[in-house]
């Protein structure tokens, strides 16, 4: 959705790696921001982004009107039932409807051989992937790791909404996801025990105020009990009237 920082760019560079060309979509998506989110107010700093773009190479620029990609009259949407409503879906209903819809849209304009996400959206990413599935789309979905800054905070556009002692409160959440991440390398392998460390660190950030707290299958986002294969520990807070989001993959 544009107002690019280096995460973005880390998606640029992976697709430059094994792909012949990059297209790089920019488009601020109405439908997927809910009635009282921050879609009047989201950064759109596009001169500046097209100047990143062409510093990495990148070869085609798509930034769409809202009425080229959605038609006066238009009532087709692509929704993954089930998965929409989980995670980031559960406290956005629509959100992910939104997101598929566009995407959708925009495997069949670009018509792409691999498309690239970055992990830091991950339940974005769960639902892209099986939207794909279901729907045959001949591309490859390539997740790409998370960027994040020097103290662990993961990179967002949305970080520039958060003041300094905001801005400091925000990393919690990594601190949360790492407290996980020790026990588990520690061989701690129930799901509720280790959702439960990372809620009590979660805890000494009261002015953060938790979306979600969850240990989930990365493909299904279903909640599990005990680990035993690649799972997902994902965490949403509102930081101010800010929302954030984070995660770690665990694997055994």
Sequence with gaps: MGALHEGHLSLVRAAKTSCDAVVVSIFVNPTQFGPREDYGQYPRPFESDCEALRNEGVDIVFAPSTEEMYPQGETTWVTVEELCDRLDGRSRPGHFRGVTTVVAKLFHIVEPDAAFFGQKDAAQLANIRRMARDLNFPVEIVGCPIVREADGLAMSSRNAYLNPDE??????????????????????????????SGLTIMTREPEVRLDYFEIVDPETLDRIELIADKTLVAVAAYVGATRLIDNVVLEP
């Design 167 to 196: 801005r400091r409160r925000a990393l919690v959440l990594n601190s949360s996801l790492r407290c996980v991440e020790r026990e588990f390398g520690a061989g701690q392998r129930d799901a509720r025990k280790l959702r439960d």
